[in-house]
């Protein structure tokens, strides 16, 4: 397995391109599924979840066109043309869901089009139990027939989806997403609400609109959809990708330098601009995005994650990396998954001070990490290792690097570009 070594130390100075959204992308895929016609996704992320999705459609018969990279879109923002005018197996197996849970995006648009769909259980995962339960109630509103069987949930709505009141108890992105594919086919009007409002659903919707869907309420949570009886193809360019932005401006942040997110869109990360804000990071908007840049010391600030507009647990192992090294204590508070605070024990072995009170994890800033071999088991913990490392005095190895193959594009590329020491060890 590949590992990444970084000597930490350096102030970040630089540019850095982000990309389209990993977490917009995959759903947007699955709803090539809604229709017989080409659907043309531009500013795709080179990232390994997406290739985990294309293979999960070419399975299931949908034709895939890899079309290089858009125009002005440099080295990222591939472009694939999908055509679900094949479809010969409307089923998602188990080796792929377990890989990624965000397979079980296909069932939506599968019962939706072909009244039909057999999907993995994804079973537990690292950052908690994660059930799918609210895909399915959502999806039995509107009318499919859900049952589970050796490992695998087949959903059937012989005689199409019919519109229906899905009144989802908590937020839930992909139940949101899954819900809203399968609405816009469904006979009648689907009202969804406690919808979850993330960018990357805002993005679905504008994407299933300009494929001939009819949604109102886009961006509140509460979406209205009368069903229409087919989709066509459309062209739609993915939203850029607001963790990868959070992620490298806390990569100037924690280093004491300055980057330019290029491509990075403020308005869809103000809850992580406040904070900084608070904790020291100044912005600056610029003509292709913004900088941001330690402006000051930096300071310990509390924080609950949230659903959006709230601050993103995607970006909560990021944010304690920083904490670890401000003034003062910090408390970050976890409110949507239990069980995500595995990167506490690697940050405390390079010397940071935190300690965890079932949700909640208090930050005692230290004035400097050290270096250390670490280890993580997801994505965003993984990516505040190497935060942390960028920061730390000496070295350190993060291993396990396929987690962050699996959605940040070019990573120690990007990073070494702004200054950082910074290398993948392969593992041949
Ligand atoms: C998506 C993102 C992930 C992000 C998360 C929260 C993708 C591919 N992934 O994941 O990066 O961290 O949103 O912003 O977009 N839940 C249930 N039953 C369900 C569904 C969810 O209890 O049927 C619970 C989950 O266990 C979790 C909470 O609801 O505690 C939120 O999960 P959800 O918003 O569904 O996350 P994902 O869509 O899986």
Known sequence: ??????????????????????????PLMAASLLTDQTLTLTNLPHVA????????????????HMNGHAPGGGASGRVFELTADRVTDAMAPYDLVRKMRASVLVMGPLVARYGHARVSLPGGCAIGTRPVDLHLKALQQLGAEITLAEGYIEANAPKGLKGGNVVFPSVTVGGTENALMAATLADGETVLANAAREPEITD????????????EGIGTGTLRVRGVKALHGAVHHVVPDRIETGTYLTAAAITGGAIEL???????????????????????PTESGFVARRADS?????????????????????????MSIAQGASMVTETIFENRFMHVPELCRMGANINVHGASAIIRGVPRLSGAPVMATDLRASVSLVLAGLAAEGETVVNRVYHLDRGYERFEEKLSACGAEIERIRDD
């Open 262 to 284: 290029v491509g990075g869109r403020l308005d869809l990360i103000e809850a992580v601009v406040d904070l900084m804000t608070k904790a020291g990071v100044a912005f600056e």
């Open 204 to 215: 679905l919707a504008h994407c299933l609109v300009a494929m001939g869907a009819e949604i």
């Open 49 to 64: 979840d997406i290739s985990t999705m294309a293979y999960l459609l070419a399975e299931v018969g949908v034709g895939i």
């Open 298 to 322: 930096l300071r310990g600030v509390d924080c609950m994650t949230e659903p959006f507009p709230g601050f993103p647990t995607d970006m909560q192992a990021q944010l304690m990396a920083l």
């Open 1 to 26: 397995m590949d590992r990444i070594r970084i000597r930490g130390g350096h102030p970040l100075h630089g540019a850095i391109r982000i990309c389209g959204a990993k977490n917009a992308a995959l």
